[in-house]
C-alpha cells in the first residue's frame, strides 16, 4: 500500500480527536518522509460490544489506514483478565477467561464497520503475555518504581481514601506496554485515561532497545446520562444496537454534545460542523441538528437505506406517538438476546428499568415489575423512552 504524504491530512489526523500527541515533531517527521508506520490499538474484550466511545481511537485508525499505515488491533484476552483500573476509582474484578472468550466473539465483525479488515494485522495478547516467566516480568517491572505507580491521580484518590489497591492492577501497564515491545509499535493510541500505560510502552521499548513509540490520546466521550461513556455504566451506543435504537439513543443525548460528537465520532467535514455549531450559537433548534448527527451515526454502522428508516421510525414513533411497524423481533431466552442484539447493554441495566417502571407493555400504562421468561403469543414491550420489541412466544 502507498503511502501518503498529504500535508493537510497530516495535520487533521494531528488534531481531530485529538488530545495530545507525544514524541510529535518526530511523528511529524516520519509521516512526512512516506515510511510506512505500525499503529497500534489495544482493547480488553470487557464487553461484547464495542460503543461509540472506543469508535474515537477506531476512526483515528482509519486515518492512519487511509494514509497507507499499518494498523495492528490488539485483543486484549489477557489483559482482559487481568483488569485494566486506569478509569476506575475502585477496584475492578477479575473476569473469567470464559467471559472474556464470549465477549471477543464479535469484536472483529464490528471493527469491520470501520476498517478495512483485510489490511489490519489482528493480535491477541496471551501470545506474548502468556508465555512470560517470573523473571522475565521481574525484569520489565525493573524500569519502574512504586511512587511512579501511587503518583496517578486515581489510585492516590483511593490510596488517600484508605481504598484497597491490589499488586495485580499495578502490573497492568507492565502488560500494554510490552504489547508495544511485542508488535514493534510505532505509534500507539488510546484515551486520555490511558496515559500512563502508553507511556510505560515508551519506557518498556528503550528497556528493549527499541525506537519509543510516538503517542496520541483522544478525548473521552459522555454517554447518555452525561457521564464518561462506560459498558459499566450502561449509558452506552453500542454498534450492534439495532439502527432504531441507535437513532434514538443518539436522540436521547444531551445538546450541549453535539459538537462534540460531531468532531470526534464522525467524519464529516470540519467545515460543515463549524456550520452547525455557528447555527446553534445564533439560535437553532438543537433538535434538528441532533438528527442529522443521529442519521449520521446510523448510516455510518448501518447504511444508507436503514438510516432513512430509522429517521422516520423516530419520526412516526415520538414526534407523531405511534409504535413503529419494523422493531426487533426477540425469541427466548428474552434478556441473554436483548443484550446480544444490543437493545440493553446489561442485566443489570434492565433491572435498573424495571425498578424504575421502565419496561411496560406497549399499548399499555402496565408496568412490568419482572421480565418474563415466557409469553403465550406475541407481546410488544417499551423499554425505556425510545426502544420497543417484540417478544415471541
Same mark, same amino acid.
Given at each position: 500500500?502507498?503511502?501518503?504524504?498529504?500535508?493537510?491530512?497530516?495535520?487533521?489526523?494531528?488534531?481531530?480527536?485529538?488530545?495530545?500527541?507525544?514524541?510529535?515533531?518526530?511523528?511529524?517527521? $516520519?509521516?512526512?518522509?512516506?515510511?510506512?508506520?505500525?499503529?497500534?490499538?489495544?482493547?480488553?474484550?470487557?464487553?461484547?460490544?464495542?460503543?461509540?466511545?472506543?469508535?474515537?481511537?477506531?476512526?483515528?485508525? $482509519?486515518?492512519?489506514?487511509?494514509?497507507?499505515?499499518?494498523?495492528?488491533?490488539?485483543?486484549?484476552?489477557?489483559?482482559?483478565?487481568?483488569?485494566?483500573?486506569?478509569?476506575?476509582?475502585?477496584?475492578?474484578?477479575?473476569?473469567?477467561?470464559?467471559?472474556?472468550?464470549?465477549?471477543?466473539?464479535?469484536?472483529?465483525?464490528?471493527?469491520?464497520?470501520?476498517?478495512?479488515?483485510?489490511?489490519?494485522?489482528?493480535?491477541?495478547?496471551?501470545?506474548?503475555?502468556?508465555? %512470560?516467566?517470573?523473571?522475565?516480568?521481574?525484569?520489565?517491572?525493573?524500569?519502574?518504581?512504586?511512587?511512579?505507580?501511587?503518583?496517578?491521580?486515581?489510585?492516590?484518590?483511593?490510596?488517600?481514601?484508605?481504598?484497597?489497591?491490589?499488586?495485580?492492577?499495578?502490573? @497492568?501497564?507492565?502488560?500494554?506496554?510490552?504489547? +508495544?515491545?511485542?508488535? $514493534?509499535?510505532?505509534?500507539?493510541?488510546?484515551?486520555?485515561?490511558?496515559?500512563?500505560?502508553?507511556? /510505560?510502552?515508551?519506557?518498556?521499548?528503550?528497556?528493549?532497545?527499541?525506537?519509543?513509540?510516538?503517542?496520541?490520546?483522544?478525548?473521552?466521550?459522555?454517554?447518555?446520562?452525561?457521564?464518561?461513556?462506560?459498558?459499566?455504566?450502561?449509558?452506552?451506543?453500542?454498534?450492534?444496537?439495532?439502527? =432504531?435504537?441507535?437513532?434514538g439513543k443518539v436522540m436521547?443525548?444531551?445538546?450541549?454534545?453535539?459538537?462534540?460528537?460531531?468532531?470526534?465520532?464522525?467524519?464529516?467535514? +470540519?467545515?460543515?460542523?463549524?456550520?452547525?455549531?455557528?447555527?446553534?450559537?445564533?439560535?437553532?433548534?438543537?433538535?434538528?441538528?441532533?438528527?442529522?448527527?443521529?442519521?449520521?451515526?446510523?448510516?455510518?454502522?448501518?447504511?444508507?437505506?436503514?438510516?432513512?428508516? /430509522?429517521? +422516520?421510525?423516530?419520526?412516526?414513533?415520538?414526534?407523531?406517538?405511534?409504535?413503529?411497524?419494523?422493531?426487533?423481533?426477540?425469541?427466548?431466552? @428474552? =434478556?441473554?438476546?436483548?443484550?446480544?442484539?444490543?437493545?440493553?447493554?446489561?442485566?443489570?441495566?434492565?433491572?435498573?428499568? %424495571?425498578?424504575?417502571?421502565?419496561?411496560?407493555?406497549?399499548?399499555?400504562?402496565?408496568?412490568?415489575?419482572?421480565?418474563?421468561?415466557? =409469553?403465550?403469543?406475541?407481546?410488544? %414491550?417499551?423499554?425505556?423512552? $425510545?426502544r420497543f420489541v417484540k417478544?415471541?412466544?
Amino acid at each position: 500500500m502507498n503511502v501518503s504524504t498529504d500535508e493537510q491530512k497530516i495535520q487533521e489526523l494531528l488534531s481531530r480527536g485529538v488530545e495530545e500527541v507525544i514524541h510529535k515533531e518526530y511523528l511529524e517527521r $516520519r509521516l512526512r518522509s512516506g515510511e510506512q508506520l505500525r499503529i497500534k490499538l489495544g482493547i480488553d474484550p470487557t464487553s461484547p460490544n464495542i460503543h461509540l466511545g472506543r469508535t474515537v481511537p477506531l476512526l483515528k485508525l $482509519r486515518d492512519f489506514q487511509n494514509l497507507g499505515h499499518k494498523i495492528v488491533f490488539i485483543v486484549g484476552d489477557f489483559t482482559g483478565v487481568i483488569g485494566d483500573t486506569s478509569d476506575k476509582d475502585s477496584e475492578r474484578p477479575m473476569l473469567s477467561e470464559e467471559a472474556v472468550e464470549e465477549n471477543k466473539k464479535t469484536y472483529f465483525a464490528q471493527v469491520a464497520k470501520i476498517l478495512d479488515i483485510d489490511e489490519v494485522e489482528f493480535r491477541y495478547n496471551t501470545e506474548w503475555l502468556g508465555p %512470560l516467566t517470573y523473571k522475565e516480568i521481574a525484569l520489565h517491572a525493573d524500569a519502574f518504581s512504586i511512587s511512579d505507580f501511587i503518583a496517578r491521580d486515581n489510585i492516590k484518590r483511593r490510596l488517600d481514601a484508605g481504598k484497597r489497591v491490589s499488586l495485580r492492577e499495578v502490573l @497492568y501497564p507492565l502488560m500494554q506496554g510490552y504489547d +508495544s515491545v511485542a508488535i $514493534r509499535a510505532d505509534v500507539e493510541i488510546g484515551g486520555t485515561d490511558q496515559r500512563f500505560n502508553l507511556l /510505560a510502552g515508551r519506557v518498556l521499548q528503550e528497556k528493549f532497545g527499541q525506537e519509543p513509540q510516538s503517542i496520541l490520546t483522544n478525548p473521552l466521550i459522555n454517554g447518555t446520562d452525561g457521564r464518561k461513556m462506560s459498558s459499566s455504566w450502561g449509558n452506552t451506543i453500542t454498534l450492534a444496537m439495532e439502527s =432504531v435504537d441507535m437513532y434514538g439513543k443518539v436522540m436521547s443525548m444531551a445538546d450541549s454534545e453535539l459538537i462534540t460528537y460531531f468532531t470526534i465520532c464522525t467524519r464529516i467535514p +470540519s467545515t460543515e460542523i463549524s456550520e452547525m455549531e455557528l447555527a446553534l450559537q445564533n439560535g437553532a433548534n438543537p433538535r434538528d441538528i441532533k438528527m442529522k448527527l443521529a442519521h449520521e451515526i446510523v448510516r455510518m454502522y448501518h447504511g444508507d437505506e436503514q438510516a432513512t428508516k /430509522a429517521e +422516520s421510525a423516530f419520526i412516526e414513533t415520538f414526534q407523531k406517538g405511534h409504535i413503529p411497524e419494523d422493531i426487533p423481533e426477540i425469541a427466548a431466552p @428474552y =434478556v441473554e438476546n436483548l443484550i446480544r442484539h444490543g437493545i440493553i447493554p446489561s442485566k443489570t441495566e434492565l433491572r435498573r428499568l %424495571l425498578e424504575a417502571g421502565g419496561v411496560r407493555e406497549a399499548d399499555t400504562e402496565f408496568k412490568l415489575a419482572d421480565f418474563p421468561q415466557t =409469553v403465550p403469543e406475541p407481546l410488544i %414491550l417499551k423499554i425505556g423512552k $425510545r426502544r420497543f420489541v417484540k417478544l415471541l412466544p
